[in-house]
């Protein structure tokens, strides 16, 4: 089952979220996810983000916080409970985010990821478009509707 999120979620999506990210808690690069707290994540929340959750055997296996800007579905966060990785819940979610995106008139879909998970999301129609030294994370960007062209901030 696919829903979004409540602020009631929060202390699950933090949790998840640190089984998930915490493979990353040595890298050099920077793990923002790692810093997250369940008063953040409401924050966010209850600002201009939105979370899709998918919930599998009761319990949340996996997440994404996105927000719609100017015409750009923005996402980040998104990971899957290790117990449930290599199943395709995180394509079936990014798949419903577009769909909700679409839905709400977006024209692209715009995420930051690491090299390493770059061909992940090849793979499902994004492209590379540019790449932030100091952060390490590279920008990928996927269209939903041809007719329309905007570019992710």
Same mark, same amino acid.
């Given at each position: 089952?696919?829903?979004?999120?409540?602020?009631?979620?929060?202390?699950?999506?933090?949790?998840?979220?640190?089984?998930?990210?915490?493979?990353?808690?040595?890298?050099?690069?920077?793990?923002?996810?790692?810093?997250?707290?369940?008063?953040?994540?409401?924050?966010?929340?209850?600002?201009?983000?939105?979370?899709?959750?998918?919930?599998?055997?009761?319990?949340?296996?996996?997440?994404?916080?996105?927000?719609?800007?100017?015409?750009?579905?923005?996402?980040?966060?998104?990971?899957?409970?290790? +117990?449930?990785?290599?199943?395709? *819940?995180?394509?079936?979610? %990014? !798949? @419903?985010?577009?769909?909700?995106?679409? =839905?709400?008139?977006?024209?692209?879909?715009?995420?930051?990821?690491?090299?390493?998970?770059?061909?992940?999301?090849?793979?499902?129609?994004?492209?590379?478009?540019?790449?932030? +030294?100091?952060?390490?994370?590279? *920008?990928?960007?996927?269209? %939903? !509707? @041809?007719?329309?062209?905007?570019?992710? =901030?």
């Amino acid at each position: 089952m696919i829903r979004f999120a409540q602020q009631a979620d929060a202390n699950a999506l933090h949790h998840l979220l640190q089984l998930a990210f915490s493979k990353y808690d040595t890298d050099l690069t920077d793990t923002p996810a790692l810093a997250e707290t369940p008063t953040s994540l409401r924050e966010k929340m209850a600002s201009s983000y939105k979370a899709l959750l998918v919930i599998k055997n009761g319990q949340i296996s996996a997440m994404c916080l996105f927000q719609i800007v100017n015409g750009s579905c923005h996402f980040i966060r998104l990971c899957v409970h290790p +117990a449930y990785q290599g199943q395709g *819940l995180g394509t079936l979610l %990014l !798949k @419903e985010m577009e769909q909700h995106a679409n =839905a709400q008139g977006c024209s692209s879909m715009c995420c930051q990821a690491r090299k390493a998970n770059c061909a992940y999301y090849e793979k499902l129609g994004y492209s590379i478009s540019g790449y932030h +030294a100091q952060s390490d994370l590279y *920008l990928l960007k996927k269209m %939903l !509707k @041809e007719r329309q062209t905007r570019q992710c =901030a």
